[in-house]
């Protein structure tokens, strides 16, 4: 075989291999394990404290609690990024926790959700809502459609344990999952207000 034979050889293996890739790039990458790899965790036990309006003209306190999802194959973006609800258990009488219907998963809404898109592509680090308590209000979970049946609030003295998952079109997480309980206490004061209304991961132990 001639020098230029080789090169041409060359030239058209190349030129295969970048069609190959283009077409099929993702789904190599995700067979030999390079896909995205996303990851989901409490991003603020303790709660952000922030001002929020509830009439014309009038403001109150709030704290906002996040998850955060962080895909740890940066090279690869996850698309179509959505924070769902994909289970929720609340103590019955003997204290076992019960699972609550659900028709569907629930999609949570994104930090600053009037200026984020509804799915997310996640390269970077992306931060979503799972509730809040409104001073004088009760515990809120917070995905965007909140059905009539869907039990994610919570009143004085009563607990909950939620399932979140991060679901992207080329990745999926482990499940998350959340116990959240407040004794209907309000607290403006972050480190006293953690003792009162408390959130922190839980194992994902399935119950009936």
């Not at 609690?65 to 990024?81: D, E, F, G, I, P």
């Not at 204290?95 to 028709?103: D, E, F, N, R």
């Not at 509804?118 to 009760?138: A, E, Q, T």
């Amino acid at each position: 075989m001639t020098t230029d034979q080789v090169i041409q050889l060359a030239v058209a293996i190349g030129t295969i291999a970048v069609a190959i890739l283009a077409i099929w790039g993702e789904r190599i990458k995700l067979l030999i394990g390079l896909g995205p790899k996303l990851v989901l965790t409490l991003h603020d036990p303790q709660g952000e404290l922030i001002n929020v309006s509830f009439e014309e003209g009038k403001t109150t306190l709030a704290r906002y609690y996040h998850l955060r999802v962080s895909n740890k194959h940066r090279w690869t973006q996850a698309t179509n990024t959505r924070i769902v609800i994909a289970g929720l258990t609340r103590p019955a009488a003997d204290g076992s926790l019960v699972s609550q219907p659900l028709s569907g998963p629930l999609q949570l809404m994104w930090r600053f959700s009037n200026f984020h898109l509804l799915y997310s592509i996640v390269g970077p680090d992306d931060i979503c809502d799972l509730g809040h308590l409104i001073r004088g209000d009760k515990f809120r979970l917070t995905p965007f459609v909140f059905p009539a049946n869907f039990t994610g609030v919570l009143e004085a003295n009563q607990r909950m344990r939620v399932e979140v998952k991060a679901v992207a079109d080329n990745a999926e997480s482990q499940s998350l999952c959340i116990d959240i309980s407040w004794d209907g206490i309000w607290s403006d004061d972050t480190l006293e207000m953690a003792k009162h209304l408390v959130v922190k991961e839980m194992p994902c132990a399935r119950t009936a």
